[in-house]
């Protein structure tokens, strides 16, 4: 297995230093919470660790202030325009001025909770590459669609529907696999069948991508991921990483996930 590259994203021109980006991630999506032990007690406890953390939206700032250069802070979601009479709406913009450098598109949570379809998913999309930040691009199959045999097929039409206009100009995204039917259930994902579907989502990037983007694509896991799964799905998984929910909100359970990684 490849370790975490020691140097994170940096600013430049207001936007992401992609050259100076990691090849494999560990995404600390808090959700609508906050760690227990607080924010600046989980920061302290990352150490040197090379990891990622989206907070919500209101809490960015203080990430941003707290975290060091290895730790790179970023949205949950955002906006599909970039400004305009949209209430309670949050623009890519916005977000990289707080001191973002990626935000996360098409979360189950927001597929299925809140109606967001795959040609919003790609508006949103489209706005986080023009904004110069790094998409994290969810996308995964329900229980249903996976015992009729289709979630290869669903996972290829969902990287179908986002192959927008604006990835010819992408440095890179991240495509973050999360079977909706492992997400809060207790049942898991095995090792063997994520990289079975890894191999598919590779093979639609291929044809529906852009070929030098979808070559480099970090395919990264996030179907409730914790230290009692870790190595199988780092062993065996043929991913580069993992989109961590409700285990990122303790500091010690996500360095465990953060060790796992280099082994």
Wanted: hydrophobic letters at 50%; charged letters at 20%; aromatic letters at 6%.
């Amino acid at each position: 297995m490849i370790v975490i590259q020691s140097q994170r994203s940096v600013a430049l021109e207001g936007k992401v230093n992609f050259a100076a980006m990691p090849n494999r991630y560990l995404i600390a999506n808090w959700k609508m919470n906050l760690p227990p032990e607080g924010i600046d007690a989980f920061l302290a406890a990352m150490g040197e660790a090379n990891v990622a953390v989206a907070p919500p939206y209101v809490y960015l700032k203080d990430v941003v202030a707290g975290a060091t250069r290895n730790v790179l802070v970023g949205g949950q979601n955002c906006a599909d325009q970039k400004s305009g009479a949209f209430t309670g709406e949050v623009s890519a913009g916005m977000l990289r001025d707080c001191g973002a450098r990626f935000v996360i598109v098409g979360h189950s949570e927001r597929r299925n909770i809140y109606g967001e379809d795959d040609a919003l998913i790609a508006r949103k999309l489209e706005m986080v590459i023009e904004a110069g930040l790094l998409p994290v691009l969810c996308i995964g199959e329900n229980q249903l669609q996976r015992d009729g045999g289709h979630a290869a097929m669903f996972c290829s039409d969902q990287l179908r529907a986002a192959a927008v206009a604006q990835l010819a100009s992408a440095p890179e995204v991240v495509i973050a696999y999360e079977p909706i039917w492992a997400i809060g259930t207790g049942r898991n994902a095995t090792g063997a069948m994520v990289a079975e579907i890894a191999a598919s989502i590779r093979d639609a990037l291929a044809r529906f991508w852009p070929a030098e983007l979808a070559r480099r694509a970090p395919l990264l896991y996030g179907g409730s991921v914790t230290p009692d799964n870790v190595d199988d799905l780092v062993a065996h998984g043929q991913i580069d990483g993992f989109l961590v929910g409700g285990a990122s909100l303790d500091s010690k359970k996500f360095m465990t996930l953060a060790e796992a990684m280099k082994r």
